[in-house]
T-cell receptor, first 117, second 111 residues
Framework: NAGVMQNPRHLVRRRGQEARLRCSPM?????VYWYRQLPEEGLKFMVY????????ESGMPKERFSAEFPKEGPSILRIQQVVRGDSAAYFC???????????????FGQGTRLTVV | AQKITQTQPGMFVQEKEAVTLDCTYD???????LFWYKQPSSGEMIFLIY??????QNATEGRYSLNFQKARKSANLVISASQLGDSAMYFC????????FGKGTMLLVSP
């Protein structure tokens, strides 16, 4: 799981600023998943992306949140005009492309801890 | 929709003993995977073990084994010979591609 790289590890933003979280998947993986963990809770799915394509964004808040996974470069989770309630740990996972079968290996990055002050 | 229930907020075990962490699930999908993760105080999510819904045998990975009872919709994690380093939060999850997590069980291992 060390192969999924997230940065920054910690991010502090003032209310109203923008937060950009980056995720580089494991080598050979072209699917990326973002999850959010609020204090004292489990992870909640936000969005699932392939390169240049959003597969499932059913867990994304309707406003202020967006995600992309460009052809080149890391996946970005962007939060505009952050509020205190956005403070959480944001995790990224990646998986290989060839599983019309199931995802049997869901390795996570170390997470980005966003604090909104 | 899928749901995971972990009924034990906290568990205590002595070093070298075995411990079982409970997980029950609900899903309407015919095919799914069950996962366990460990989250130590440092915060990272460490993948422990996976069980496919059609796997005939219970999954094992070192000291971790998954007691999978499909009819009961349970996927309990068994940790044998607990170590102090096993103290952490443990999360059960279900999914096909995206995962649904439970609220977790805090395990404390005492000397």
């Amino acid at each position: 799981n060390a192969g999924v790289m997230q940065n920054p590890r910690h991010l502090v933003r003032r209310r109203g600023q923008e937060a950009r979280l980056r995720c580089s998947p494991m080598k050979g993986h072209s699917h990326v998943y973002w999850y959010r963990q609020l204090p004292e809770e489990g992870l909640k799915f936000m969005v699932y992306l392939q390169k240049e394509n959003i597969i499932d964004e059913s867990g994304m808040p309707k406003e202020r949140f967006s995600a992309e996974f460009p052809k080149e470069g890391p996946s970005i989770l962007r939060i505009q005009q952050v509020v205190r309630g956005d403070s959480a740990a944001y995790f990224c996972a990646s998986s290989p492309p060839l599983w019309a079968e199931m995802n049997t290996e869901a390795f996570f990055g170390q997470g980005t801890r966003l604090t909104v002050v | 929709a899928q749901k995971i229930t972990q009924t034990q907020p906290g568990m205590f075990v002595q070093e070298k003993e075995a411990v079982t962490l409970d997980c029950t699930y609900d899903t309407s999908d015919p095919s799914y995977g069950l996962f366990w993760y460990k989250q130590p105080s440092s915060g990272e999510m460490i993948f422990l073990i996976y069980q496919g819904s059609y796997d005939q045998q219970n999954a094992t990975e070192g000291r971790y084994s998954l007691n999978f009872q499909k009819a009961r919709k349970s996927a309990n994690l068994v940790i044998s010979a607990s170590q102090l380093g096993d103290s952490a939060m443990y999360f059960c999850a279900i999914g096909y591609s995206t995962l649904t997590f439970g609220k977790g069980t805090m395990l404390l291992v005492s000397p």
